[in-house]
């Protein structure tokens, strides 16, 4: 008795979660492919400086595979702002911990009319051991992986986006 009231609570949370309307972000039926067709249509101008550059080059790597662009219809503007911060002086005798701050505003342009904007931010820390190549080794890491996040969050922003349209 016990082993069929499972059951049936089983087959009922089944029919249940069948009948929302969930769907992947990125799935690959032909009624899904909108989102992934949407961003392979955003240009993205040349950026001006090194942090916009890897957010771009990451941002149209993951939008616009090689192959797979469509003819432009959206532009996304991008306005990057990077610091640096010292957050803990003396952690060893030569040693302090800094961080790379960087934020991105955002807009998504039809035409001359901005239809999705938003702004993200990121930081991401490094040891200076008062070693001229390992601290800019280190920085330029940071600032990597502080680009690569950005980014990800942008097209997953883009990405619900077109979903919810």
Not at 78 to 106: C, M
């Amino acid at each position: 008795m016990v082993r069929l009231n499972r059951l049936i609570c089983v087959a009922l949370c089944m029919f249940a979660v069948g009948g929302c309307s969930y769907r992947p972000l990125y799935g690959t039926a032909s009624e899904d492919r909108g989102v992934v067709e949407a961003l392979a249509t955003i240009a993205i101008p040349e950026a001006e400086t090194r942090l916009g550059q890897i957010i771009r080059n990451d941002l149209l790597s993951a939008m616009r595979p090689a192959g797979t662009a469509g003819e432009d219809r959206f532009q996304l503007r991008l306005t990057t702002v990077q610091g640096k911060d010292n957050i803990i002086k003396r952690l060893q005798p030569n040693e302090t911990r800094d961080a790379v701050k960087a934020s991105v505003s955002f807009e998504l342009l039809d035409g001359d009319k901005v239809v999705y904007s938003g702004k993200t931010f990121s930081q991401v820390t490094f040891d200076v051991v008062r070693q001229p190549f390992a601290d800019t080794q280190a920085e330029n890491n940071a600032t990597e992986r502080v680009a690569h996040e950005l980014s990800a969050d942008i097209r997953t922003r883009l990405a619900a986006y077109f979903a919810s349209r």
